[in-house]
């Protein structure tokens, strides 16, 4: 019999992909979109869109008869200006759709959360699932908000409910359409717009390998457990020339001082932004690459059976779907 599942934030990057991947798993899938949403990333998919709010009161008629809830959908944003809205979908949000879950009677939800919520140890050590920053060390609200989307999750499970957490790494694939703050640096670094870097470091995965880690955690989770769905730990130097060698371009080779961006993105933010001019670098993103963030996949390996393939392949499907969708104004440039 062919299962249902209810997905939040399947117009995004990874819920785009996660659709994909329980579709070709034979699901059938009902899709959350708010109103006047931009839902290209689900054109021509054989799903249901379902309009409504993550907030909404009724939300649960809306997952009757579902067997799983798969909640993608957050804000992401590093503004100092969005910490509001960020409370409101990241946080209520995700306690009203593990509310609206449990009077549904769905039987199990996979709710996606990510390492922000985890934290980086110091000196770049690596962290596991087990490690958890003090949340007053969480940089930016953002962070804060995931982690306390977590505190959610936990609750709802403490009370009795079926919640698989997972924490995905830093994604790279297609459908990334916002694009992410990594998808946008890549962007920039294939338009030619990168001449120099800041030493920091991120777990890399590929976005097709976090979905395939959702479906395994609704098969072989274990409820209130995290699993961290990532798989290399590279400097961002080293991703770029991972990113140049299959894009025929030349990896930055200049390292630029932190103080140097944090100090134009307070201006940009602080002051810029107050006179009415949108601002371009957020000051919480530049904090967060003072700390690489370097993370231990062996709990999803060993539980889950979660097997990550190596990056490559998802940088190149990262490449040609950005140039494929005008993202790269020179395009010529590259091995597509």
């Known amino acids: 019999m062919t299962k249902t599942a209810f997905l939040t934030g399947g117009t995004g990057f990874v819920g785009a992909n996660l659709a994909r991947a329980l579709l070709a798993s034979g699901w059938s899938v009902r899709a959350l979109a708010r109103a006047g949403s931009d839902t290209r990333n689900l054109d021509g998919l054989p799903l249901e869109i379902v309009r409504g709010d993550l907030n909404d009161s009724l939300l649960a008629q809306s997952m009757r008869g579902a067997d799983a809830v798969f909640h993608c959908a957050a804000h992401y944003s590093l503004w100092r200006r969005d910490r509001d809205a960020l409370f409101r ?19 199990r939800t996979v709710y996606t ?10 000196g770049g050590a690596v962290a596991d699932e087990t490690y958890q920053s003090p949340p007053e060390r969480l940089i930016g609200a953002y962070k ?9 999750a936990f609750e709802a499970v403490e009370a009795g409910q079926d919640v698989i957490i997972v924490n995905p790494t830093t994604p790279l694939g297609p459908w990334d359409r916002k694009p992410t703050p990594t998808g946008d640096l890549l962007v920039r670094f294939l338009r030619g717009a990168m001449p120099a870097v800041v030493e920091t470091g991120l777990n890399f995965v590929d976005v097709a390998d976090v979905c395939r880690g959702h479906l395994l955690a609704y098969q072989r989770g274990v409820a209130g457990r995290r699993y961290i769905l990532g798989n290399e730990n590279l400097s961002l130097r080293a991703l770029l020339a991972r990113v140049g060698k299959l894009a025929g371009r030349s990896a930055p080779k200049l390292a630029i001082p932190v103080w140097l961006p944090l100090g134009v993105a307070w201006i940009d933010e602080t002051i810029l932004g107050r006179l009415g ?5 957020p000051v ?12 231990d996949t062996a709990r999803a390996r060993t ?6 393939r190596p990056i490559d ?12 969708n005008g993202y790269l104004a020179r395009r010529r440039e590259l091995n597509a």
Not at 89 to 107: P, W
Not at 113 to 122: E, F
Not at 144 to 152: C, I, N, P, V
Not at 313 to 324: H, L, Q, S, T, V
């Open 89 to 107: 979908n990241n946080v209520l949000g995700t306690r009203n759709v593990l509310r609206a879950a449990r009077e549904a009677g769905v039987g």
């Open 113 to 122: 959360s990510s390492v922000a919520a985890i934290g980086a140890k110091p």
């Open 144 to 152: 804060l908000s995931k982690y306390l989307a977590e505190r959610e």
């Open 277 to 281: 001019f949108e601002p371009k670098i």
């Open 284 to 295: 919480e993103g530049v904090r967060m690459s003072r700390e690489a963030m370097y993370y």
């Open 303 to 308: 539980e889950l059976g979660f097997d990550p």
């Open 313 to 324: 392949g998802a940088i190149d499907a990262a490449i040609r779907w950005f140039a494929e």
